[in-house]
């Protein structure tokens, strides 16, 4: 009788030690459970941060360009500030851009006709958006209302040269923010003829500044500040906007759209250059107003 109580105790301690066993496997797993959601919520909160740090240096970025000061007051008596303004159901068209006195110069009519006949051309915007609504069958993407901005900046080297840079934001179907690009123009008032790259620059001189503004770019990404991210121009890019310019009497500002030498997040728009660090590609002529 005996030996049947002790083997009677031992399937009993037995089972317990398989319930606590299946107890702390479901405990173990439940906990696994825990630490993976808490996980996955990490994850997820480490993008949300991510997305509103960007959020927030595209903002300050745009913000920057805006707000730069430029000498329009200064020019106030040369300068006719003109504004226009559509705005519809489907999209609004703001576009603010200067026309030059032409009671100072009848030259500079040249700048004028340029400026409304080809650049500010109202009736190929309202084309180019009411195309993109076409082209796209999502009811979301029909209602969304379209924004064509152009605003600009003007400055003026001395008394022969105004340099305008005009910067387009554009913002699309679905697009959280506006994305911007750019358009410069260096204009002679003595001669009332536009200048190009060839004007100020050497003939074939376009790969030594394209090293230049690199090792410009490089710095600045050495520093680890504004310019996380970014990379260099590539000979193509800088082709393609080797006019996008404008000038000071220290300096020459390069102006690059979205995501060409950085990522709409981070960086600047511009490479500022001074004209100390061009000497070896600066046209040595009289008619180049950037010799000093």
């Not at 030690?17 to 173990?28: A, G, H, I, P, V």
């Not at 934001?169 to 123009?185: I, L, M, Q, R, T």
């Given at each position: 009788m ?5 083997i ?8 317990c ?12 797993e ?28 595209i ?9 730069k000061?430029?000498?329009?007051e ?18 609004t ?35 180019d ?21 152009i ?9 022969r ?7 387009k ?17 260096n ?23 394209v ?14 500040e ?7 121009i ?20 390069f102006?690059f ?13 511009a ?22």
């Open positions: 005996k030996f049947i109580y002790i009677v105790l031992i399937v009993m301690f037995s089972a030690k398989d319930d606590n066993r299946e107890e702390n496997s479901f405990d173990n439940v906990i696994e459970e825990d630490i993976q959601v808490s996980n996955d919520t990490i994850q997820i909160d480490d993008v949300d941060i991510e997305t509103l740090d960007k959020s927030i240096t903002e300050l970025k745009q913000k920057q360009l805006i707000e000061k430029d000498e329009s200064e020019l106030q008596k040369l300068i006719l500030d003109k504004h226009y303004l559509v705005e519809k159901k489907d999209y068209i703001n576009f603010k851009y200067p026309l030059l006195n032409e009671s100072y110069k009848p030259t500079n009519r040249n700048f004028n006709d340029f400026i409304n006949d080809y650049y500010v051309n109202i009736t190929k915007t309202e084309a958006i009411l195309e993109s609504k076409l082209l796209c069958d999502s009811i979301t993407a029909k209602t969304f209302r379209e924004e064509r901005l605003d600009y900046k003007i400055y003026n080297v001395n008394d040269l105004i340099s305008v840079l005009f910067y934001e554009n913002f699309y179907n679905g697009a959280v923010h506006p994305s911007y690009a750019f358009d410069c123009f204009f002679d008032l003595e001669n009332g003829v536009f200048m190009a790259y060839e004007d100020f620059f050497n003939q074939g001189s376009e790969e030594e500044l090293e230049i503004i690199n090792e410009n770019i490089n710095k600045e990404i050495g520093k680890g504004m310019y996380y991210e970014c990379w260099d590539s000979s193509e890019d800088f082709f393609a906007s080797k006019n996008n310019f404008v000038l000071n009497e220290t300096y020459v500002e102006y759209d979205d995501c060409v030498i950085c990522p709409s997040y981070t960086g600047v728009y490479i500022e250059l001074p004209l100390t660090d061009l000497l070896s590609v600066l046209k040595k002529y009289d008619s180049n107003p950037l010799v000093f």
